[in-house]
């Protein structure tokens, strides 16, 4: 039975995202970002959560990316993380905000070098010609930062999930599956006690 007494669904969170990290199976951090555009068009993909805290979930990309673009048209996102090896999911829903520019900086400057240098090569998302169109841009920008740190580019950046839902789900036999969910009003409020859903 998972532990909801302290009505904090975040270090619940944390648990089960440690608990699946356990079995070196699966990427702990992997999540599929939901958002849709100006015509109200639905989009998903995964990316990576790269940082944690009461505040809410943090993932970085190009700002010129479609993802981006529908963020700045319907700043809300819905997250889903599915961890297989443990039979759990976790779902997040809320409205989003750009990170500062000062844990973007940070947070980049802990990436590997090549990753800094793609940052820059990519133009995230528009056509090439093949695939030795990126590899002369990697080529050109190793060029552009031959030594020394990798300054973090203009267009690229981060966003934070500011959580008003978070649903819990658990894979039971015979699909008698433990759900339960989260709410608040806004996120300058408390968490209410769970509220369990039929599967």
């Known amino acids: 039975m998972p532990d909801t007494d302290n009505n904090d669904p975040i270090a619940l969170f944390k648990k089960w995202q440690d608990d699946a990290a356990q079995t070196k199976t699966c990427d702990p951090t992997a999540m599929a970002v939901a958002t849709t555009d100006a015509q109200g068009r639905p989009s998903v993909r995964m990316v990576l959560l790269k940082a944690l805290d009461e505040r809410g979930f943090v993932f970085y990309t190009n700002l010129d990316s479609p993802k981006v673009a529908d963020l700045r048209a319907h700043p809300r996102a819905a997250l889903c993380f599915h961890w297989h090896a443990i039979d759990r999911q976790v779902r997040v829903e809320g409205p989003v905000e750009p990170v500062t520019d000062a844990e973007a900086d940070a947070y980049f400057a802990t990436r590997a070098r090549l990753s800094q240098i793609g940052a820059w090569a990519s133009k995230q998302s528009r056509p090439m010609d093949g695939y030795w169109e990126l590899e002369k841009?990697?080529?050109?920008?190793?060029?552009?930062?031959?030594?020394?740190?990798?300054?973090?580019?203009?267009?690229?950046?981060?966003?934070?999930?500011?959580?008003?839902?978070?649903?819990?789900?658990?894979?039971?036999?015979?699909r008698h599956h433990q759900r339960f969910a989260y709410e608040r009003p806004s996120t300058d409020v408390s968490w209410g006690k769970e509220q369990w859903l039929y599967p």
């Open 137 to 174: 841009a990697v080529a050109a920008t190793l060029l552009r930062f031959p030594i020394g740190s990798v300054p973090r580019p203009a267009n690229w950046s981060g966003f934070r999930v500011k959580p008003l839902r978070i649903e819990f789900w658990w894979q039971k036999p015979f």
